[in-house]
T-cell receptor, first 112, second 113 residues
């Protein structure tokens, strides 16, 4: 079945560092991929969506693209701030239009 | 804008107890979801409801029941709490067929003694 794998459980950076989080996905359908972010004490919220390979999704300084050849999907930001500390989930749209598949999440901790 | 309210915020129960978690949304969304969040395991779908009076099992439905009383509310029942049930339960809603954009509540943290 469809799946998404997020290997980085925790990432620690300093302010102004470059962020790169990678996911891989597996699907027999045309993938629609998303990133969600969860701040402490809150539920997850949609950060951005990418529906076409090699096209960027951009939101709040974050960029995401996916590579159909390597079935990888990544999130990046040029310069992180302490306020970006949160858990980031890569998410794959399911062939069932009412479901999505969440990765295990990457906990980003940005040091001041 | 809208909001999703989950009650209670913290729930403490005894092993074997039947426990109910409640969720209300005022987005007027058709579809609602219940997820379980365990540390290091991401979010796993327990139940979802496409529209009022509909119930669909997710990947983790065993040991849970759900009820969609009306369009704005969706309840989850842990039928017999187990010690390994300690987790955060998240409710979400979306426009029908737009599952990618889900709006989440803040969660109910369950502790079983």
């Amino acid at each position: 079945g469809d799946s998404v794998t997020q290997m980085q459980g925790q990432v620690t950076l300093s302010e102004d560092d470059f962020l790169f989080i990678n996911c891989t996905y597996s699907t027999t359908w045309y993938p629609t991929l998303f990133w969600y972010v969860q701040y402490p004490g809150e539920g997850p919220q949609l950060l951005l969506k990418v529906t076409t390979a090699n096209n960027k999704g951009i939101s709040r300084g974050f960029e995401a693209t996916y590579d159909k050849r390597t079935t990888s999907f990544h999130l990046q930001k040029a310069s992180v701030q302490e306020s970006d500390s949160a858990v980031y989930y890569c998410v794959l749209g399911d062939t069932n239009a009412y479901k999505v598949i969440f990765g295990k999440g990457t906990h980003l901790h940005v040091l001041p | 804008g809208g909001i999703i309210t989950q009650t209670p915020k913290f729930l403490i129960g005894q092993e074997g107890q039947k426990l109910t978690l409640k969720c209300q949304q005022n987005f007027n969304h058709d579809t609602m979801y219940w997820y379980r969040q365990d540390s290091g395991k991401g979010l796993r779908l327990i139940y979802y409801s496409i529209t009022e009076n509909d119930l669909q099992k997710g990947d983790l439905s065993e040991g849970y029941d759900a009820s969609r009383e009306k369009k704005s509310s969706f309840s989850l029942t842990v039928t017999s709490a187990q010690k390994n049930e300690m987790a955060v339960f998240l409710c979400a809603s979306s426009i029908a067929g737009s599952s990618y954009e889900q709006y989440f509540g803040p969660g109910t943290r369950l502790t079983v003694l």
